[in-house]
């Protein structure tokens, strides 16, 4: 029972988070009933588990990321908590795993059931996120509490060493170009602020805003490093070999957006070899082998990151209103091109760090 009310109170604490960050921003538009400013507290809560905040014919639906990300954290540190280490046998601890994360995914469900209900939002829509971040928090928590520390044949641990390294990789680069492009549009950026007129409450509420975004402004770079590039509504493409722009927001971050016509495929497609190149290097480093099973572990640990970006790019899609800006995001099914790219480099990333390692070994 104590796990249960660990997974309610993780859910709390994240709604108490975003209501501060609400109330922030509310305070300098206190015209709004204070009523409506929980509400809509709890809808942006609830966005991050996929809900949906509609107002003034706007409809948002893209997740924030980040905020999800946190109440993962939320739930990992409930689960942690919730664990009890049981008196015997190595079958009881999976057990008793499994009961802590079952019991936290209960306790978090039932507080986002009562949340939708509470602001007359659809509930049903965000329980397989809430069970999503819940249980995969819980067992993040509970496991490493209980000792699990990728454990498993090697050629499985190798795979995810290398599958983690690219995927790291990846974030790294993708955070470099996105903040060349900040540092390249920061005119267009403040003067995007400037026209919204934020007040101090206003700045500090968008600040945290593109924090909590932060995750899918890097999946949409990273997707774009890639080759698939990104949409912004019908009508608008942002690709390494061009940019279409058509009616855009005033949202100040697009002012970071390459100009108009502007593209340069051939430098970024180098970078976007550097996670698959890392992926290969990482998997051969963590299991030594013959040169076919060497390549093999690059190249599986390049899917697996491969497929983590994928998963990674089509959550970061979403709504920014309504009509012409319904789906906003990586392009699908383009994003798949990074599969293979990061497939491709980790294999010769592996035989590069195999025929590495076989010259040292002679050498020495």
């Not at 890097?218 to 949409?231: D, H, K, M, R």
Request: charged residues 10%; contains cysteine; hydrophobic residues 55%.
């Amino acid at each position: 029972m104590a796990a249960i009310g660990g997974g309610f109170l993780a859910a709390l604490v994240g709604a108490v988070v975003v209501g501060g960050v609400v109330l922030a921003g509310w305070l300098g538009v206190s015209s709004v009933p204070f009523a409506a400013m929980l509400a809509f507290a709890g809808r942006v809560w609830l966005l991050a588990h996929g809900g949906i905040v509609n107002g003034d014919g706007v409809t948002i639906s893209m997740v924030p990321l980040g905020l999800s990300l946190l109440l993962v954290g939320l739930a990992a540190w409930a689960g942690s908590l919730a664990y009890r280490p049981p008196s015997v046998g190595a079958g009881s601890v999976r057990r008793q795993v499994l009961l802590t994360v079952v019991q936290v995914g209960l306790g978090y469900t039932a507080a986002t059931l009562a949340m939708g209900w509470a602001t007359g939002a659809e509930p049903m829509r965000a329980v397989p996120g809430s069970l999503l971040i819940s249980l995969g928090g819980a067992f993040l928590g509970a496991g490493w509490k209980a000792g699990y520390r990728g454990g498993g044949p090697a050629w499985l641990r190798s795979t995810a060493k290398g599958g983690a390294a690219g995927l790291l990789g990846l974030v790294v680069v993708a955070a470099a170009a996105l903040a060349t492009a900040m540092v390249q549009g920061e005119p267009r950026i403040d003067s995007l602020e400037q026209a919204l007129g934020f007040d101090t409450g206003g700045v500090v509420v968008w600040v945290l805003t593109c924090l909590l975004y932060l995750p899918n402004l890097l999946a949409w770079t990273a997707a774009w490093i890639l080759g698939a590039g990104f949409t912004l509504g019908d009508g608008s493409l942002v690709a390494p070999w061009g940019t279409r722009l058509g009616l855009l927001p005033s949202i100040p971050v697009f002012g970071a957006l390459p100009p108009e016509g502007s593209g340069s495929l051939t430098g970024w497609l180098l970078a976007g070899a550097v996670p698959g190149l890392l992926a290969g290097v990482a998997a051969v480093r963590a299991k030594a082998g013959p040169v076919v099973a060497s390549v093999g572990a690059g190249a599986a640990a390049g899917l697996v990151a491969g497929l983590g970006y994928v998963t990674w790019a089509v959550l970061s899609r979403g709504a920014l209103g309504s009509v012409r800006f319904a789906a906003v995001g990586p392009r699908v099914p383009e994003v798949l091109i990074g599969v293979l790219i990061l497939t491709l480099t980790a294999a010769l990333g592996a035989t590069i760090a195999w025929f590495a390692d076989r010259r040292a070994g002679s050498a020495d």
